[in-house]
């Protein structure tokens, strides 16, 4: 139907159909939980009113932080439920069955819930206080459908800013980049003494391929990668070839699926490849298998999953010799700062891997261009939380001043690393909008992380008895 241009509303009223469309459909009885979540987040709600299902006066001190990953919709909330004050995590469903039909109920990453919330109850699912949030929205439905596509949805609630946002802000810039270079240098050598800890037990070498590992594994998969690169004298025994490594690494870390029938004839040969050499190979290492539960895949990237990781730590072990020397070679070398990234990245494989090149995991269907085994993001991240705190460590060892310098300047002048959750939040809560730029190098982000870990991770949501305010209060 054509539209006036005359008619001052006619994109107003365009807007409005299409953001309560998106989460108001028509003939549903419930709004959907992305909208109910970004209620609870703002706190569009009417906050003296709020009562448990058997009555108990609730006060939001903090609504917690939002949980854009799995687990609780949000964590570190601070409630006053009755007469306790509480901490914990907030799950938000449409019904009271989503606690047993999500499957909260067994899965151990919902133990510290301290409110379920919920559009409307029905039969109690478990022991939790429950809120139902239907009766207590500050607006229709429909107009906080329509605030949910606006910018103030977007935005971060003032009143959710941490207690030093205020004397952060007040700093000036040249100051608050110093404050995070100095918490930067404790982050340097808090990793470069972890490495030199593992490095009295079993070597510098063996300690830089665990602690890249470690680094491969992402956050969600740390420790599994650390066991496998702890295994690495076991798995590199003999003179296998790359799919050899590939074949044991998968192998051992319990990675390899069990049926091998085929569903792809782009992956069947090249499985078919990896369980000949497993099968021969899997009693002898029968004792150190991993079970695939201690993996966690859920929300995992598909360049971040696990076997693509050790499919290029294969690539890296094969020529592993040539790998660590050309390492040692790159950061002595008088190469510039411009420079150094891409030297860096020459030292990982860039060799060809007919499978991994084209497929993220073994059983995802083929990709439709190549992809590299390693991206410049993970280098960043292997360079910044690893090699460089490695080889600080051991020029402190040595007692080398000149080596332990390149180390610390290339450190300070990397470029930013990919940006993360913890990073996001605490550049909301702690710099707000004004300076949240400030961070635009690998050590700057590693400082604003350092100061989280330092104050944040042992306060809570209300920044309790945090003293790191008062001390930047002080800051002349």
């Known amino acids: ?188 050598q808090r990793k470069a003494h972890e490495l030199q800890s593992r490095a009295r037990q079993v070597g510098w070498e063996q300690s830089l391929w665990e602690g890249l590992f470690r680094a491969l594994g992402y956050k969600h998969n740390v420790w599994p990668m650390q066991r496998l690169a702890e295994l690495l004298p076991q798995i590199l025994k003999g003179e296998p070839t790359v799919l050899d490594l590939q074949a044991r690494l998968l192998g051992v870390g319990g990675l390899l699926p069990d049926d091998i029938s085929r569903k792809s004839t782009s992956t069947d040969k090249y499985l078919r490849q990896i369980w000949d050499i497993w099968w021969r190979e899997r009693e002898s290492f029968g004792e150190v298998i991993l079970p695939r539960s201690i993996w966690r895949f859920h929300s995992l990237r598909p360049a971040n999953h696990p076997q693509r990781r050790l499919a290029l730590a294969a690539h890296c072990l094969m020529d592993k010799e040539n790998f660590f020397s050309r390492l040692e070679k790159w950061f002595v070398s008088d190469v510039s700062e411009k420079l150094m990234f891409a030297e860096l ?17 073994l059983r995802s269907a083929p990709l439709a261009k190549p992809q590299p085994l390693i991206g410049d993001k993970r280098i960043t991240d292997l360079a910044i939380n690893v090699i460089l705190p490695w080889f600080w460590i051991r020029a402190v060892a040595g007692k080398n001043l000149k080596l332990q310098q390149i180390a610390e300047r290339r450190y300070f002048a990397w470029p930013a690393a990919e940006d993360n959750s913890v990073l996001k ?35 809570n949501a209300v920044c309790e008895n945090c003293q790191f305010p008062a001390l930047v209060r002080q800051i002349k």
């Open 425 to 459: 939040l605490a550049r909301q809560r702690l710099l707000g909008g004004s300076k949240s730029k400030v961070a635009h190098t690998s050590a700057l982000q590693q400082g604003l992380m350092q100061v989280v870990r330092d104050f944040c991770e042992h306060s």
């Open 345 to 361: 990245r020459e030292i990982f494989p860039t060799v060809s891997d007919d499978f991994w090149e084209h497929h993220w995991t």
């Open 1 to 188: 139907m054509p539209v006036s241009l005359s008619n001052p509303s006619f994109y107003a009223c365009w807007r409005e159909q299409n953001s309560t469309a998106v989460f108001l459909r028509e003939g549903q009885s419930a709004p959907q939980e992305k909208l109910l979540q970004a209620i609870w987040h703002h706190q569009r709600l009417l906050r003296s009113q709020l009562k448990t299902e058997d009555g108990r006066e609730i006060r939001v001190l903090h609504p917690g932080f939002w949980n854009r990953e799995a687990g609780p919709d949000f964590r570190g909330a601070v409630l006053r439920i009755g007469d306790q004050t509480t901490t914990g995590d907030i799950e938000i469903d449409l019904h009271s069955s989503g606690w047993r039909g999500h499957g909260h109920d067994t899965n151990p990453n919902f133990r510290n819930i301290i409110l379920h919330v919920v559009w409307e109850p029905g039969v109690p699912q478990s022991d939790l206080p429950v809120l139902r949030m239907k009766d207590v929205l500050d607006s229709p439905l429909s107009e906080l459908a329509l605030w949910l596509g606006s910018d103030a949805s977007k935005s971060w609630p003032s009143e959710l800013s941490g207690n030093c946002c205020a004397p952060l802000r007040d700093l000036p810039e040249e100051k608050l980049r110093d404050l995070l270079h100095q918490a930067a240098t404790v982050r340097l």
